[in-house]
């Protein structure tokens, strides 16, 4: 049985006299993917990118959330700690997801209808799904 590389495969290694050996990182790169769509990775990401759908609260909730609101404007010169969990809109998609944030009150604005914390976040009612501080 004769192959046709029998007279070659047992040669030694050609290692060249001139030229420095290549790392085998810089070999490796050699073979790396090229990029012929730059982006298109992010955008594939992105794409994949899994974001909440927001649920509607019941009257029950939104009323009791209404009378928690309330209260709490009846303490808001004092800048009471508040923990509130809402819906937070995504910037690149439809959808969001729900957080929970903790921070001192700095004011209720009725006209634009957001609650603004000291750290300057700004949460509208109609994101609110839960307020949590001490009477």
């Given at each position: 049985m004769?192959?046709?590389?029998?007279?070659?495969?047992?040669?030694?290694?050609?290692?060249?006299?001139?030229?420095?050996?290549?790392?085998?990182?810089?070999?490796a790169a050699q073979f790396a993917p090229f990029a012929a769509l730059t982006g298109y990775g992010d955008a594939v990401e992105e794409t994949a990118r899994v974001t909440d759908v927001q649920t509607d609260i019941s009257d029950d909730e939104i009323?009791?959330?209404?009378?928690k609101l309330r209260r709490l404007a009846e303490h808001e010169n004092q800048h009471p700690e508040i923990c509130v969990?809402?819906?937070?809109?995504?910037?690149?998609?439809?959808?969001?997801?729900?957080?929970?944030?903790?921070g001192?009150?700095?004011?209720?604005?009725?006209?634009?209808?957001?609650l603004v914390l000291s750290d300057k976040t700004r949460i509208e009612f109609g994101d609110i799904v839960n307020i949590e501080y001490e009477n």
């Open positions: 004769s192959d046709k590389y029998d007279d070659v495969i047992n040669l030694p290694h050609h290692v060249s006299q001139k030229h420095k050996q290549m790392l085998l990182s810089d070999r009323m009791l959330l209404d009378a969990t809402y819906f937070k809109h995504d910037e690149k998609k439809s959808g969001g997801e729900y957080i929970t944030v903790s001192s009150l700095k004011k209720i604005d009725d006209f634009e209808k957001v």
